[in-house]
């Protein structure tokens, strides 16, 4: 193998697939990308067995040059190296060349790096996602989706299910839901697909999706979804990301999301955002973290206590206020998780009573809601 | 004491204090900051027995009302939650009243917290570090001396004066000098004293010198400085910083740097930087971090090599070569030390062979010069 390349595009290109490369493993083909030249370009592979990246570099992009292959061939080279070593290299220019035994020669400027490389044979094979369930998706949105589900995912393994984000899709909406069992979020959006495809119970890891998340690009670009067995693949651009999905059966969550409410409440995202961080200063030094909200027609107060440290009290404007009075508590840092991905300056709230679950809600916009079960407090 | 302050005075004397507050102590008032009210204005302190900050915040600066002491008094509040939560105040103005029980009143828009306080009498006082060893001195100079001395410091406490900066006072001219015995970093530089001021073997921790130079305003003022028996104070602004000094007796460097030399060589600092960083990403995996200089007229080769992950070889640019070729290997951290502080785009470094420390110098100023033992490669 043998290559010359811009030394801003390789580094780019092993930023983007670094993010799957094993940090913990004792397998040492698995802390390595895997570099392939052809006559085609330049593809580069990581994978820790539980996601894949997989990204492409052409030889050219209209009419431009990026990579020059003078020889075909391929080897997989320690991430961590590679990664600070391109970072600092002298010049603009970095070739790549291949010698015997897997030792890879690395120049740039006066500068020439030798490593030993590993046998890319070794190097585990991406899955073959290939499937009719295949949607299309705006990446801003799907990051928004990400963003405003995973806050909610389980982080407790005794239940491995609900440690991913459940997937379903009916007449082109695409839904994700989360929940720990202490609080829900539920997104939904209309996407590309074909009007019969169907399909639940999609478990993709709430970690595979933070990393796709932080692989996204942050102008808006389209990215396809295919889902197979236990497999779930994201392709945008020049890069393809691969999942594992969660065996198993998800929950019914529909039937926890209450359908009738006693207390209605608009208030501000931010006012109450600002406030509840205010109070969960108090809050993390109580047993529960928990927050008080004391709600009544002409008053929203949030409030909290520690025998150490102190308290807190706080009013902030309410709108529009309908049904009874309502002295309700939760875990302060679940009402900051789901304020936080808000978009929209105002929401309502609806509470059942002071020990059901209540929903926050966009006032004009039924794609998120986040449900949050109180604490007893009394 | 009750007064009023705007949040962003507040929040900033807070800022500054809060660097000498105990992380880790089982003396409940050393986590706390001294808040003092009276009618000249407000006074905060912290102290972890090793350094104490103090610092005053008049209530009028140029005609403008800072604070308002309606009452006076004193407190001690937990740093951690005092600057939190000031620094989530929703309004520009802080209501700050302490009233029975130490019960402390934060009122800010309409959030207000209920803090339990220490009794200020239990706050250990700063000592009253006075004498005739004065000295003042440019506030960038003192922080440029800290940054050049203190990275040669030992962080090994077998020989506690060695963790310290000694600092030396002759005609005019302040030197630092630090060592860990297989570097020695030295700086002088002019300040103004009284022409009989002298003093040697003040040993100044370089832990305190390091968080002193975090507090120094960026924007270049004057710092005067005040020697007594066990304690030192630098004095600038409205802040007094103190510092422990270590007792016992600084070794003398003087003999330790050689007085004639085989080999000069000049090169450009951010190359040879440049090149030994990359030779380090391979060192830093051998034994003892060990890259190799091969010096001769027409080359000035940086290598290194690992046996696990490979090697790299460098050749950078060098002027005004003179005397014998060489062959030297050091510990590439300490090359690493002694360029990053170094502001000139060009250094002189003299060698009295391979076994013998060698010299990195300014080309035309004797104030900074850094020493480094070599490390045996064969």
């Given at each position: 193998m043998k290559l010359l390349i811009e030394?801003?595009?390789?580094?780019?290109?092993?930023?983007?697939?670094?993010?799957?490369?094993?940090?913990?493993?004792?397998?040492?083909?698995?802390?390595?990308?895997?570099?392939?030249?052809?006559?085609?370009?330049?593809?580069?592979?990581?994978?820790?067995?539980?996601?894949?990246?997989?990204?492409?570099?052409?030889?050219?992009?209209?009419?431009?040059?990026?990579?020059?292959?003078?020889?075909?061939?391929?080897?997989?080279?320690?991430?961590?190296?590679?990664?600070?070593?391109?970072?600092?290299?002298?010049?603009?220019?970095?070739?790549?060349?291949?010698?015997?035994?897997?030792?890879?020669?690395?120049?740039?400027?006066?500068?020439?790096?030798?490593l030993h490389g590993l046998h890319a044979e070794e190097?585990?094979?991406?899955?073959?996602?290939?499937?009719?369930?295949?949607?299309?998706?705006?990446?801003?949105?799907?990051?928004?989706?990400?963003?405003?589900?995973?806050?909610?995912?389980?982080?407790?393994?005794?239940?491995?299910?609900?440690?991913?984000?459940?997937a379903s899709m009916q007449q082109g909406e695409l839904r994700f839901v989360a929940t720990d069992s202490h609080r829900l979020a539920q997104r939904n959006a209309r996407v590309e697909a074909s009007a019969d495809l169907a399909f639940d119970n999609v478990i993709i890891p709430g970690k595979s999706l933070s990393e796709l998340s932080r692989l996204l690009p942050d102008q808006d670009s389209l990215v396809d979804v295919v889902i197979a067995d236990n497999q779930i693949l994201f392709r945008f651009g020049q890069t393809k990301f691969y999942s594992r999905l969660i065996d198993g059966q998800y929950p019914d969550?529909?039937?926890?999301?209450?359908?009738?409410?006693?207390?209605?409440?608009?208030?501000?995202?931010?006012?109450?955002?600002?406030?509840?961080?205010?109070?969960?200063?108090?809050a993390r030094d109580n047993d529960n973290n928990v927050v008080r909200l004391n709600i009544k027609a002409d008053q929203f107060e949030i409030s909290s206590n520690s025998a150490d440290v102190g308290k807190v009290t706080e009013n902030i404007a309410a709108d529009d206020?309908?049904?009874?009075?309502?002295?309700?508590?939760?875990?302060?840092?679940?009402?900051?998780?789901?304020?936080?991905?808000?978009?929209s300056d105002k929401i309502l709230i609806e509470f059942t009573g002071a020990m059901s679950p209540f929903l926050i809600k966009l006032p004009d916009n039924p794609d998120y809601i986040h449900l949050i079960l109180p604490i007893r407090i009394y």
């Open positions: 030394r801003g595009i390789l580094l780019s290109a092993i930023q983007n697939v670094q993010r799957s490369v094993s940090t913990k493993t004792t397998i040492p083909v698995l802390s390595g990308i895997k570099i392939t030249a052809t006559h085609e370009g330049l593809q580069m592979t990581a994978t820790d067995l539980e996601t894949g990246i997989e990204t492409h570099i052409p030889t050219h992009i209209e009419d431009q040059e990026h990579v020059q292959i003078m020889e075909e061939g391929s080897i997989v080279l320690t991430a961590r190296y590679l990664f600070e070593i391109v970072r600092k290299l002298p010049h603009s220019q970095v070739e790549l060349e291949v010698k015997q035994n897997y030792l890879t020669i690395i120049r740039s400027g006066s500068s020439e790096f030798n190097f585990p094979r991406l899955p073959q996602v290939s499937g009719d369930q295949i949607f299309s998706t705006s990446s801003l949105v799907l990051k928004e989706m990400i963003r405003q589900t995973v806050p909610a995912v389980s982080t407790e393994e005794i239940r491995p299910v609900l440690t991913g984000v459940v969550t529909s039937r926890i999301i209450p359908a009738s409410f006693k207390t209605h409440v608009h208030v501000a995202t931010k006012s109450l955002l600002d406030a509840v961080e205010r109070a969960a200063l108090i206020f309908s049904g009874e009075d309502l002295l309700i508590a939760c875990n302060a840092k679940y009402l900051i998780d789901a304020l936080r991905v808000i978009e």
